[in-house]
């Protein structure tokens, strides 16, 4: 694939006024300090100290070193603190006043986002979920029958999310081919990874009671992107018939920036059309539609591999939402559900390596002459994306990337 990319057109209008994505940084002369930032263009505003400098009566809930008050505020308090932040950076009246507390993304750390309360992985995507059940159970139904009537999920480890630029140790566990007779513990020799999109929840529901999909936006504060980092060989081995446990627990990287739903309105799309009836807690054919046309872009040493578009997924968000919380399980402030690997219906718009090259068999070509059945020691795997925002801008997610580190 080409490495020109409409990512890199004008990377300072992804970050406009329009977009307005939460993060947690700190300084070199504070490194101990976390504290909240929005990022405008290359810059990080402070926004704590912002809100201090003009005397908003946010600055309590944006004094924090993390997220979570501000998360746990609502959607009243993230819409009134979202219209006061473009207010101060782009009107006369505040400009000089956080002028000095705004600070260049090249000078500062980024920190995760949130503390993860709890995480769920879903596999909302009908060409990732068909393509891999064919690599993953050829002699069976590529989709299993559930799949079209409920969003299929499962419940990760929320304490190794970590955040982009995080390396990520190749993890050794018990793997066991199917000509083996025994299975061995050794590195994993599959590594790959998912590129995914998470939703991250802001205020709590209360434990018993549903949250339907028209609350979404009540509860879900924002998006970030997702890689799920998987060893293939031992998920293999090991996940049937209670799901992925340690082939996915070792390590998942997420985005530092959590970009407001708020952000979203343009880039809100009709989910692709659904062959099978839904039960009505999923059925969402009378529901402001929540597919969302998010268009990402994966990257292995620098070299594009992929172009996968959320656009195509089966599932939206707001279904997800609906399911995990249907049985009257709560949500907590810092949840974070992930759609999934996003794969498209095209070959060059596939979310993982295993699907990419068939599960080994048809190896990638970097433009370096070498090639990747899994993932090498030393590569780098970096998923960026953007969404058309309002009148013709484009919102930026920033990246997500991780370096392989050799097994201990
Ligand atoms: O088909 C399977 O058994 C599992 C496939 C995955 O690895 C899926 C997973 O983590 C969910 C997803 O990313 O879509
Ligand atoms: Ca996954
Ligand atoms: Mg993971």
């Not at 031992?234 to 340690?246: D, H, M, R, S």
């Amino acid at each position: 694939m080409p490495d020109v990319s409409p990512l890199d057109a004008g990377a300072a209008g992804l970050f406009g006024p329009h977009n307005l994505p939460y993060g947690v940084f700190a300084t070199a002369d504070d490194p101990g300090r976390g504290r909240i930032g929005v990022r405008i263009g290359d810059q990080v505003l402070d926004a704590g100290a912002a809100a201090r400098a003009v005397g908003s009566p946010d600055a309590g809930l944006l004094g924090h070193p993390t997220l979570g008050p501000l998360l746990a505020a609502g959607r009243p308090a993230w819409r009134r603190v979202r219209a006061a932040v473009a207010d101060w950076l782009t009107g006369a009246a505040h400009r000089d006043a956080v002028a000095p507390h705004l600070h260049p993304l090249s000078e500062v750390t980024l920190r995760l986002p949130i503390e993860v309360a709890d995480y769920v992985d879903f596999y909302a995507s009908e060409h990732h979920a068909t393509n891999a059940g064919r690599l993953f159970r050829p002699d069976g139904e590529a989709l299993p029958p559930n799949w079209k009537h409920l969003p299929i999920g499962y419940h990760g480890r929320a304490g190794t999310v970590v955040v982009s630029g995080t390396d990520v140790t190749r993890p050794s566990g018990q793997r066991k081919l199917p000509d083996d007779a025994s299975p061995v513990f050794a590195s994993s020799a599959r590594l790959d990874f998912e590129a995914e999109v998470g939703f991250v929840v802001g205020a709590p529901s209360v434990w018993g009671e549903p949250v339907a999909q028209g609350a979404f936006a009540d509860h879900v504060f924002g998006v970030c992107l997702v890689n799920d980092w998987s060893a293939r060989d031992i998920q293999a081995w090991e996940y049937q018939p209670l799901g992925p446990f340690l082939g996915k627990s070792f390590a998942t990287s997420v985005s530092p920036w959590v970009v407001p739903l708020d952000a979203l309105d343009a880039a809100r799309v009709a989910p692709p059309a659904r062959d099978t009836p839904l039960l009505p807690y999923l059925d969402d054919a009378d529901e402001q539609p929540w597919g969302l046309d998010l268009r990402l872009e994966i990257r292995i040493n620098g070299h594009v591999v992929s172009r996968p578009p959320f656009a195509t997924m089966y599932w939206t968000g707001a279904q997800m939402l609906a399911h995990m919380t249907v049985g009257g399980a709560s949500l907590r402030t810092g949840d974070l559900y992930a759609s999934g690997t996003v794969s498209g219906p095209r070959p060059d718009e596939l979310g993982c390596l295993l699907e990419l090259t068939r599960g080994g068999r048809t190896p990638l070509r970097l433009p370096d002459g070498t090639e990747r059945g899994f993932l090498a020691d030393g590569d780098e795997v970096s998923i960026t994306a953007w969404a058309p925002g309002r009148d013709g801008t484009r919102v930026g997610f920033g990246e997500v990337t991780g370096r392989v580190l050799p097994a201990r």
